[in-house]
């Protein structure tokens, strides 16, 4: 990791530390290449004093058991109907993958104990059909997980509960992942699985707000893997029990989950249930940000370069888009009363965060702003993403004689040949205010 980065993670580092993180690591991922590197990835939050409980599943090497010893498995995912012999070989296999993840554990310098912390309850019967073996977490044993973390001991938890009476049952790793994460109040659900998070049309969705995944997979979900749907229903289930964010990351891919928690765009796809990202009106102690956040497209003169002294004396006209507490993006919006005419200005998203629509956000908002203090038209200058505003924004190309005379004069001996756009704006009734999702 270089230097800039590092510095770039501290943000982080004091708001999770003493934080609880439920990490739920698929069988498939146990089984594969990366799987040492998670490990020490691991050691690397516990060194933070960030708290790690682990949930992992064991889907595939129950798959893979049965078909070395000839048996036919009711379920390997614990959720359809478990037998008594697929439930025996489920429990000798996660019993298996409990101690090589201990093992694991102790190889990176890390103390860790097998918890025995799922009360479960039958599945019962569903249309007409008895589960058998298949369980339901009824509690999850806190007093156990908060003795373990407070002596800096990692929980590792196998897909297995027992009642009160002893018997013991299957239950899906995702759920118990989400149990554990709504019982100890986690800061954050870490789903490692063989995928890149959502993917629509061949762009990754790198975050989105939980009723609107549940509104989505309405739409969407016979097209997903039964692997995938799973941890996105279980991601959107976790935010409405008050997990505050949720992560969806391929646990194939080195480094992923240092990654995603340590840096803005992340990898994978993130699930939040409250204030994530909000514009807001940039302050005095933002405008180094802002400045080192637009220096690339300066550089490439797409922006126009802005000193602090400049945007401090129109810091009214500026407003900054956050996620996380983060600045991602910003805008300005300069204007012209006379004219009853507004210019969208210093319009960036950072590249780590392109393609996720802040872009436009960041223009509606502008636009509303614009409608309510009485503005009849937006103009818009650019060199290099005059396309972007007319695709994404509906402005139209416009020439010089619509600028007001001060703009058309400052225009005229920037040298700078920019682009004119204009948009009519159409008054619509409704007050603007900072997008909070």
Known sequence: MKLPELRG???????????IFVIAIDGKIIGSENFANILLDIAVLRSLNIKVVLVHGAGLQ?????QEQGINVSSSDGTGVVDETTLQLSINVASRLTNQIMGGLTQVDLRAAYANCIIAHPFGI?????????????????????????QEIV??????????EGRTFRVNSDLVALEVAEALHAAKLIFLSPYDGLILEGQRIGHLVA????????KIKAHLPKGLLSKLEHAAQACRYGVPRVHLLNGNVNEALLAEIFSNGGVGTM????????????????????ISLIQQSIRSEELVRRTRAEILADIDDYWILEIDRHIVGCVA????????????????????????????KLMSFVENLARQRGFSQ????????????????????AGPEILPPGRRAKYEASGRNSRILVKNLVPVPVPVTALTH
Not at 156 to 161: C, Y
Request: hydrophobic share 40%.
């Open 62 to 66: 129950i798959e893979q058991a049965a």
């Open 155 to 164: 929980p590792v938890i196998p897909p297995i509960g027992f009642d009160g």
């Open 378 to 397: 937006l103009i818009a200058l650019s060199t290099q993403a005059f396309v972007y505003l007319q695709q994404k924004g509906g402005f139209v190309e």
């Open 126 to 150: 569903v249309h007409g059909v008895d589960f058998q073996f298949s369980g339901k977490v009824e509690r999850v044993d806190v007093q156990m997980l908060e003795l373990f973390l407070n």
């Open 9 to 19: 993670i501290l943000q982080y580092v004091t708001r999770f530390r003493d934080k």
């Open 271 to 290: 699930v939040y249930s409250n204030e994530y990202e909000q514009i807001r009106r940039l302050y005095k102690k933002d405008i180094r940000a802002v």
């Open 333 to 360: 919006m300069y204007p012209y009363p006379e004219q009853k005419m507004a210019e969208l200005a210093c319009l960036y998203v950072s590249r780590s965060n392109e393609n996720q629509g802040l872009g436009r």
């Open 211 to 218: 009723p609107e995944l549940e509104e989505l997979l309405k």
